[in-house]
């Protein structure tokens, strides 16, 4: 079935620095979606891409979709200690969006 | 406004044992999906609920099965528990006329099998 290979795993990085992540697949998605876990919570979404070469922000967070449509970068700014958490890359399975495809999630720590 | 709403919150199980977990979509929402997320993973999708069917189903066995009612809130039900079917269950709803994908989920139930 469909796979999403996150990296890093995991980073820990001191507040104020930027961070940049990525998601990729061995498919085509038509749709990338970032979600944020924070713990003991679901999953909340940062942003959704649905064209190739897109680039949204949504405040300090900047995500891009992919030109090959496998794979999505995730980029966040000045880094604060409310960052803290799992971020997930997503897209629909085999094409429909009913259904998710999760990654297994890149782990933020931001050191004071 | 009330978000995604989910109970219980935790519950410990036995081996063999049945679990009916519930779920009330955000306001207006009107379709319901159910992950189950293990430890260190990310969300794996069971099946989603609208009009009160199962509209997509993942690959998970017939003992994992829902229900939709009429209020849209939804039910997972799981039987003959296995101690693998310990992780959080997440509700997940959203709009069926904007299938993109953008869900809004619960806290999750967090299910122990000993």
């Known amino acids: 079935g469909q796979q999403l290979n996150q990296s890093p795993q995991s980073m820990f990085i001191q507040e104020g620095e930027d961070v940049s992540m990525n998601c990729t697949s061995s498919?085509?998605?038509?749709?990338w979606l970032w979600y944020k876990q924070d713990p003991g919570e679901g999953p909340v979404l940062l942003i959704a891409l649905y064209k190739a070469g897109e680039l949204t922000s949504n405040g300090r967070l900047t995500a891009q979709f992919g030109i090959t449509r496998k794979d999505s970068f995730l980029n966040i700014s000045a880094s604060i200690p409310s960052d803290v958490g799992i971020y997930f890359c997503?897209?629909?399975?085999?094409?429909?969006?009913?259904?998710?495809?999760f990654g297994s999630g890149t782990q933020l720590t931001v050191l004071p | 406004d009330a978000g995604v709403t989910q109970s219980p919150t935790h519950l410990i199980k036995t081996r063999g044992q049945q679990v009916t977990l519930r779920c009330s979509p955000k306001?207006?929402?009107?379709?319901v999906s159910w992950y189950q997320q293990a430890l260190g993973q990310g969300p794996q999708f069971i099946f989603q609920?609208?009009?009160?069917?199962?509209?997509q189903r993942g690959n998970f066995p017939d003992r994992f099965s829902g229900h939709q009612f009429p209020n849209y809130s939804s039910e997972l039900n799981v039987n003959a528990l296995l101690l693998g079917d310990s992780a959080l269950y997440l509700c997940a709803s959203s709009f069926v006329s904007r299938d993109t994908g953008e869900l809004f989920f619960g806290e999750g139930s967090r299910l122990t099998v000993l």
């Open positions: 306001s207006g929402h009107d379709t």
């Open positions: 609920y609208y009009e009160e069917e199962e509209r």
């Open positions: 498919s085509i998605f038509n749709t």
């Open positions: 997503a897209g629909p399975t085999s094409g429909s969006a009913r259904q998710l495809t």
